[in-house]
């Protein structure tokens, strides 16, 4: 009876054990279905059906100045886009069979780098999409002829596009992190600045990332008019969103991060790899996700894209 | 509120701007203390030289039609509606014009005013 229970006890210990492991791991491969799926196929979607409907809606025979190459270069450029999201699906969908083989026979912890690195695969063709714009408004700005330029005398600052009390949480969060990262990893009276030292490089990262978000910021308020026709409003529109955009980024990040260094003190170290790619998956709904919800096609005025072309 | 710059007309650019602004001053479209755009952005919305808007920020300074206030920014000055009508430039024309007749009447050739003329403005003491 003594051996049998004893059996019996180091059988359930094993499945508990087993168990454990698979729990997390099981909730890893869903959330990271969850990125792949959001970052390279729903996203896109979403952009593709907004570049289709702009081309039914607003077509280059009433709306000429909207289309500085023709809607075949337009066509073609969103067919790129389609198929590299596709291609990036293809590989999240290959790398998580790789996690399900590897690290599941192995009993391995999935590692916390997969998410991130494919996060990076994700973005790809989002950012050679934003280069393209730029690319594409270039050619708005050399078709345009007209003699007359106009602006809107109204002064543009930070805080009419931002509530202040959101840019100063985001300020108060930088400075938090960074202090709670040296309070838990160094010894705050013999700290000193070295470049290899880990805490110094994560606080070099997040200063960077913020300026990174400033500069940007800056550039959408005070810098020149990528489309030569867009109406003032059009545009106020488009930089709050995008300030507001970057400004909630950085507040995420820095949540995020002060979260992240609790997790090894809360035994959370083991979900690590869920916690980087849900904050993926709201990186990419903030950043991109939240932009589309926002810009409304109807409430921009498509009227300045009207008449003979230049 | 906007302005437009006509880049083909020949008037100068900085004109265009100094006369828009003065015409909206006029209208009280901009009032008293109402604040108005950087040179800065200015120049990228009009597309235009960060000089070109900083000249005409200048000489409506000169007039009082506009106040610089460094990094708080430019606004529409007190006395600006006022100060709209006053023409310097016209004034400017008015009493060389009284000078250039009283040197005439002393005797001096156009070649002797224009020489004095060009020292005046050379010269450190004025």
Known sequence: ?310 | MEITIDLESQTPLFSQLIEQIKLLVVDEQLTSGMALPSIRQLANDLELNNKTVAKAYQLLERDSVLQMKGYRGTFVHPDAKKNCGVDLNKWLKETLGETVSVLRAAGLTDAEIRIGFQDVLNSKKY
């Open chain 1, 1 to 310: 009876m003594l051996r049998s229970e004893l059996v019996f006890k180091m059988f359930s210990i094993a499945k508990n054990i087993k168990e454990e492991i698979m729990i997390d791991n099981i909730l890893f491969l869903l959330v990271f279905l969850g990125q792949i799926l959001f970052g390279s196929y729903f996203i896109p979607q979403k952009i593709l059906m907004r570049m289709a409907q702009v081309c039914k809606k607003y077509p280059p025979e009433k709306y000429p100045k909207l289309y500085p190459e023709s809607i075949d270069h337009y066509y073609r450029g969103q067919r790129r886009y389609k198929v590299m999201n596709e291609v990036v699906l293809g590989i999240g969908l290959v790398i998580l069979g790789m996690v399900i083989h590897y690290d599941f026979s192995n009993k391995e912890n999935i590692s916390e780098a997969i998410p991130v690195i494919y996060f990076f695969i994700q973005f790809v063709p989002l950012v050679l999409l934003e280069i393209s714009e730029f690319s594409y408004f270039k050619k708005m700005r050399n078709a345009d002829t007209r003699s007359s330029k106009t602006a809107n005398l109204q002064p543009r600052s930070l805080f009419n596009f931002v509530s202040p009390i959101l840019v100063l949480f985001a300020g108060i969060l930088i400075l938090t992190y960074i202090g709670l990262d040296i309070y838990v990893n160094k010894d705050i009276h013999q700290f000193t600045f070295d470049w290899h030292d880990k805490t110094v490089i994560r606080i070099s990262n997040i200063v960077v990332v913020n300026l990174i978000f400033a500069g940007i910021i800056y550039w959408n308020i005070y810098g020149k008019k990528l489309d030569p026709y867009q109406a003032s409003v059009d545009r106020n529109k488009s930089i709050a969103i995008t300030v507001k955009s970057l400004v909630s980024m950085s507040v995420f990040v820095s949540l995020f991060l002060i979260f992240w260094e609790s997790t090894d003190d809360l035994g959370l170290d083991k979900y690590q790899p869920v916690f980087i790619s849900l904050y993926l998956i709201a990186i990419i709904f903030i950043s991109t996700g939240a932009r589309l919800k926002s810009l409304k096609l109807e409430e921009n005025n498509f009227e300045v894209y009207k008449g003979e072309a230049s």
